[in-house]
């Protein structure tokens, strides 16, 4: 086998390991055990990673949950949970049946008695997926704004921050909602550091963003807001969430961390920058790039074979109308670094098993990809013009599939470094 071709399986097998050492299942297991809660609990599951979530916590808990929904992206379901109805969503952009969803899980909860306790398992995607539009909100102006800040380069922070301030639920909303019901969230975190109030945009936390942070990212990226929601902007969040209980049961840290163990295993020494990486995909391919083209020349800063890790979610400012993801994006963009280093290889996957508007997620490339696309007559510059990274990696056989994977944790971005 080609030094590339092992290089790839390995890198292949590196993302394979993190996502599985990081599906919910194990996780909420391990907290739910420490966890006394008492029945009958009313089960609200809402992310990408939920139906796994709500499968984990029906096997530990049993006959106490005596309600619950299932709020998740088209797709990730995968099958009946019994005593739970499940509801599928949009995502990235909220659609008529994440409303409807929204709308049933508030008449579950309202239907409740106000002493039953509300079990919230909680994962990235439910910031689409969970929503009620303030009134006067129509959803195809919803998802204008949301399409328009997506694409804008906006970080996921300064997207939500503008979220929670046109939504019935988020930023704290739906748990005043629930009150006095206690709630007991456990969260698997798509965010980066410590702003648990960033997942989902925040249903049962308080936020910690402001009225004129907000506004301030509708001017800085021309975002069009008729006069009656930019008064609807100025709407307090609740400051204070009596009787709601968290936990962050995973979060890129882990991803990174089992990264780097399986690395190790397969004989390469680990390297992790950062796992807050929240740039453009283009400084993140080239920083990559860079340490692992000076580690083949100069074996600094740490000697082959070597895997170099960066964690995070990269932006991508799209102007083409292709096909593609901010993984792929990343992962085209790096071919063109690596083009003729045969010991290298760069990879870039989502966790949840899906990259933008794809059934991707991720891309891989060696030094001889742009060399593939180049005798097919392709050149990668073209695709990236057109934001057409899906296409490309297609041809150049670059793609990373896992299907869904049932847990969101953010990126995994990697460079290896062969002898």
């Not at 402001?210 to 509708?218: F, N, Q």
């Not at 190790?264 to 990486?277: H, I, K, N, V």
């Not at 966790?351 to 891989?364: E, K, L, R, V």
């Not at 097919?376 to 990236?384: A, E, H, I, Q, R």
């Amino acid at each position: 086998m080609r030094a590339d071709n092992r290089l790839k399986e390995t890198a292949l097998e590196i993302v394979r390991c993190a996502i599985r050492e990081n599906l919910p299942d194990r996780a909420l297991s391990r907290a739910l055990a420490k966890t006394t809660l008492p029945g009958p609990l009313t089960l609200i599951a809402i992310g990408k990673a939920a139906w796994r979530m709500a499968r984990t916590a029906l096997e530990c808990l049993g006959p106490r949950i005596a309600t619950g929904i299932v709020l998740t992206k088209y797709g990730h379901s995968e099958g009946p949970l019994r005593g739970i109805e499940i509801f599928e969503g949009g995502h990235p952009l909220t659609d008529e049946n994440s409303i409807l969803a929204t709308r049933a899980i508030l008449e579950r909860v309202g239907a409740t008695s106000v002493s039953q306790r509300i079990l919230f398992l909680l994962s990235g995607g439910g910031s689409s997926l969970f929503e009620l539009p303030i009134e006067g909100l129509h959803l195809e102006d919803l998802k204008a704004i949301n399409e328009r800040l997506l694409n804008s380069g906006a970080s996921i922070h300064e997207i939500n921050a503008v979220r929670k301030r046109l939504s019935g639920v988020k930023g704290g909303r739906f748990a005043r909602y629930a009150h006095p019901r206690p709630i007991s969230a456990f969260i698997l975190s798509d965010t980066l550091g410590d702003r648990i109030d960033n997942v989902a945009s925040g249903p049962v936390t308080v936020d910690r963003t402001t009225t004129r942070e907000a506004l301030d990212i509708i001017r800085r990226y021309s975002i069009h807001l008729p006069a009656s929601l930019s008064k609807a902007m100025e709407r307090p969040s609740p400051n204070a969430l009596p009787g709601v209980e968290t936990s962050v049961i995973g979060d890129v840290r882990s991803l990174c961390r089992s990264a780097q163990e399986k690395a190790r295993e397969e004989g390469y020494a680990p390297l992790l920058l950062t796992t807050q990486f929240d740039g453009e995909a283009s400084a993140c391919a080239k920083i990559l790039t860079l340490v692992g083209k000076e580690i083949v020349h100069s074996q600094t800063p740490i000697s082959a074979p070597a895997a170099v890790f960066i964690g995070g979610e990269a932006l991508v400012r799209v102007l083409g109308k292709g096909k593609g993801g901010r993984c792929q994006e990343m992962a085209l963009l790096a071919a063109k670094e690596i083009a003729g280093y045969e010991s290298l290889c760069f990879f870039a996957c989502g966790s949840d098993g899906t990259d933008g508007p794809t059934d991707a997620a991720g891309g891989i490339a060696t030094g001889d990809t742009v060399l593939r696309l180049a005798e097919k007559g392709l050149s990668p510059d073209d695709f990236l013009r057109n934001n057409d990274s899906h296409e490309a990696l297609k041809a150049a056989d670059g793609l990373i599939y896992t299907g869904p994977t049932g847990t969101n944790v953010n990126d995994l971005y990697g460079i290896l470094v062969g002898n």
